[in-house]
């Protein structure tokens, strides 16, 4: 059974850096497409950054030039590094997962994806 556990939680002024980990079991996550997504207070949940096929990338607008996302083989992990980190940042982040495949229409829609850790809460203060 697959199991995604984040860490890295924290609370950061604006302009911070945080770096959110999520640790795999029962999978190597060379064998699957991967994700953080988030959902703020009052919104709906919404696609940050995906790791898919041969390590393609994609970034949600709001955070390109910002967040970095990166698959960590050797401890079999999805990493999320969150700079210049805004209000608008704030909210509980999630890993999602599921099986490899190369070709996605959008790796951000979270219909794409079966496996999903209990989210991370990050906070931005001013």
């Known amino acids: 059974q697959v199991r995604l556990v984040e860490y890295g939680e924290g609370s950061v002024q604006a302009g911070g850096s945080l770096r959110l980990r999520c640790e795999a079991s029962g999978i190597g996550v060379e064998r699957m497409n991967m994700a953080w997504f988030r959902q703020a207070p009052g919104k709906e949940r919404e696609g940050v950054a995906a790791v898919y096929g041969s390590r393609r990338t994609e970034y949600a607008d709001s955070v390109k030039g910002r967040f970095t996302v990166s698959l960590d083989t050797m401890r079999n992990a999805l990493n999320l590094q969150m700079d210049s980190l805004k209000l608008d940042d704030i909210g509980n982040y999630y890993c999602?997962?599921?099986?490899?495949?190369?070709?996605?229409?959008?790796?951000?829609?979270?219909?794409?994806?079966?496996?999903w850790g209990h989210g991370a809460q990050v906070t931005v203060s001013s």
């Open positions: 999602a997962a599921a099986g490899w495949r190369e070709n996605w229409a959008n790796p951000l829609d979270a219909r794409n994806y079966i496996w």
